[in-house]
């Protein structure tokens, strides 16, 4: 007899456990049988959709229902009869369950989730939920060598589903994009100059003018069991800084792999412009790490 048989009685379809998830139900299917065209009949007649449905395909919903918001990968069981009575077992493999795959949209309808956005950063000291009060809130920034119109793209493609669609009232953003989008143009050959005479006492300058304007693009993401991920990006033309908030540390651990996953590989020129030296430029420049650096106030596990 062939394996697997032509046809299958009793498949049980059985999941590993996991600390961080319940128990997923085992699936159970009573008959399955192999499509013919698949048995080698080749029949101009014979209706190639009969064979996507009963008995030979299922659609099985798996629900997953997450303890904690941690990745994980699920091995796959299965066990049958075949048409004689002898009882098969084996394994088909294995299947992640990636950072990505437990976003939701937050659990409020669209026209409320930029207030939501609005009190979760700004919460203060005396805010109901414990966990996004500032002791135990997380912050993270990471800034991007991208314009805003590549970055604005990518968390269209990758984050669309959670872009908050009305406006978000927040503080404004405090890094110097003036100073960066002037080093960024001066580093592509943009013409500066200056000069100035003593003697004449007249001073001329000539600088090039930068008109900034900047675009921000709010994220608000919800992370089962009980969490939440908010992302602010504001972009220039040529850099653009995220800044994230969330009520479980944990989760910025794996976002430097979700932006890796979407974001283009850095060249030489954009690292370039993270080591601005001082003797260079003559500017002292900010420290900007391409890396995300949890709050000194991280809370303890428990608080979590």
Known sequence: MPFPPSEMYSLEIS?????????????????????LHFEGI??????IQADLQFPHLYKLL???????????????????????????????????VSFPDMFLPVRLPPELWATLFEQLWMAGSKFPV????????????????????????MLQDNLGAFVVPTPVTLEPEQ??????????????????????TLNDISIVFVWQCFVLRL????????VPPKYHLLIRCTSSPTVSVLRMVTDRARLLSYLDVFFKAWLPEPTLADNVSDHHEEETHGIEMPQLEQSYVLDQNEPPDYLL
């Open 175 to 196: 890094f110097d994009f003036e100073q960066e989008e002037f080093l960024q143009n001066k580093k592509l050959g943009a013409k500066v100059e200056y000069a100035f």
């Open 215 to 222: 675009e921000t693009v709010c994220v608000a993401v919800f």
């Open 15 to 35: 999941f590993s456990a996991s600390e961080h998830y319940e128990q997923l139900r085992p699936l159970r299917i009573p008959y399955l049988k192999r499509p």
């Open 130 to 153: 414990d966990r996004w009060r500032p002791e135990c809130v997380c912050r993270s920034v990471q800034v991007l060598h991208l314009g805003k119109a590549e970055v604005k793209k």
């Open 62 to 96: 798996l629900k997953i229902t997450p303890l904690e918001p941690v990745p994980a990968e699920v091995k796959v069981f299965l066990s049958f009869s075949d048409v004689r009575g002898n009882t098969y077992f084996g394994t088909l493999g294995s299947f992640h």
């Open 42 to 47: 080749d029949d101009a007649s014979a209706d």
